[in-house]
């Protein structure tokens, strides 16, 4: 016998009382305003969020709002997305975690799986992009495509897709793609570049979801990189690292507002070689800022600089020196800062598909 009927049969509750108990209106919770409402809902983790979508359809309604993710994301806890069995690209899965932190220095995991059979497009093989507030950007590959890949926007959480059209128009080959949110209309807009190599011409379109239709915007930078970070999006820009060493700003980014390109500068001291070789260097954002790891010929340890004041050269500070990682093997074998824990520790993802733990104070790093 389940504790739960025991200790319902234990307590003395005539009928007069249980009658007492039944709700005899309706539910206190949706009489609250719904400013209150979203106000609670913002603050869930998604697993249960999820769940929320099936009591009712005021809090489904609330949920798939597109406007709901800036306010929930705020406050949620950070998410970690792992894309996983890279080398099978037959049967593509995402893990995505969220990370709870109390007040022991402990910190809990909440799990979730998006699959292609529930959340993510029905596709036999995809990339993942980018991430811009819970939305994902996936570029469907295969041996049967030969681009450029038909693109999708899709959100896991609610299990909803939409198919972008081809932006090529007879072009040959599309090299950079992105998805980023307007910081002003909150639009969602995905930026291509589509090139013809037989006639050296490089063009920019941008896609504003719901519009249907891609807009050219003219020509790409000079310095234009083969793929943009997954993590790079901030003050509605995308920003990645220019593809040579000829700039002296190193860093491009687009504004999705304004559809226009804009250059930010490194920080000051980095040397020529620095701002040359860029599989030395990994550009992100954490924290509401810009930074960027610099690599050197020891690969047990990196750099972190971080742009306290956007756009400004002088408020580049170094804040962290990470030591005693495993060496990397290959030349991509990157680690980069996820989460900064209470504790001390710090989360970092490695080769873009493992997340390690990493100690200060051992000087030392650990698989998740």
Known sequence: MGRRKRVAEDLPINREEQEEWQPTGPCRFQQLPQALVIDILSRLLVKPLLNCRCVCKSWLSIISDPQFSFVHLPKSPIGILINTN????????????????????QFHLEKMRFSTKNSLPPLSCFELINSCNGLLLLAEVGPNIDGPFPLYVCNPILGEFIALPLANEGRLYCSFIGLGCSAVTKEYKVLQTCGDYRKDEDGARIYTIGTGVWKSIGKTPQDFAQFAPFNAVLHGALHWLASSGRTLELINAFHFE???????????????????????????????????CVYGYDSSKFDMWVMKEYGVQESWRKTLVVEGLYPRQLDNDVYEPLVFLRNGEILLSYIDWTVVCYNQEKNASEGN
């Open 86 to 105: 890279p080398e099978k690209r037959t049967s593509r899965i995402i893990d995505y975690t969220q990370i709870e932190e109390s007040a022991d220095s």
């Open 258 to 292: 304004t559809e226009e390109f804009r250059t930010l500068p490194p920080p000051g001291s980095f040397t020529p070689f620095q701002k040359q070789f860029k599989d030395c260097l990994k550009l992100g954002v954490f924290d509401g800022c810009l930074f960027i």
